[in-house]
């Protein structure tokens, strides 16, 4: 019934589990609704933000891509999978790269956020 992932009981596990964690990669569903919210409430606690664009929708592109617009604004940080991934590596002489690399190879299905101007009109 909560939009919001950012919960007592989760938090408490993230700072037990994690306390020095500064970023957070959020992915999902109903990006105006459920990430919309998470997102605000993780960057109210002081956390950077990163939503790969094409791991988060919406069931109609409006609400994505103005959601997408809003939390940018406020200071989310929009990336996208590959981007992510790829940085999980510092540079293709580390040891996961090959393994990170395959992952990538294949090109993505297209997110129809190509023209992302949610105010085109």
Do not use: W
Not at 71 to 94: K, M, Q, W
Not at 100 to 109: C, F, G, H, R, T
């Amino acid at each position: 019934t909560c939009f919001s992932m950012v919960l007592p009981a989760l938090m408490d596990e993230l700072n037990a589990a994690q306390p020095d964690t500064q970023s957070i990669i959020l992915c999902g569903i109903e990006t105006h609704a459920c990430i919309h919210h998470t997102t605000l409430d993780l960057m109210e606690k002081g956390f950077q933000v990163h939503i790969p664009v094409d791991c988060a929708s919406s069931r109609t592109e409006t609400d994505r891509r103005f959601a997408l617009a809003r939390l940018r604004d406020v200071g989310a940080y929009l990336t996208t999978s590959e981007c992510i991934i790829l940085g999980l590596a510092a540079d293709s002489a580390h040891p996961k790269f090959k393994g990170l690399q395959k992952i990538v190879m294949k090109s993505a299905p297209d997110t129809g956020l190509l023209n992302f101007n949610p105010l085109n009109v």
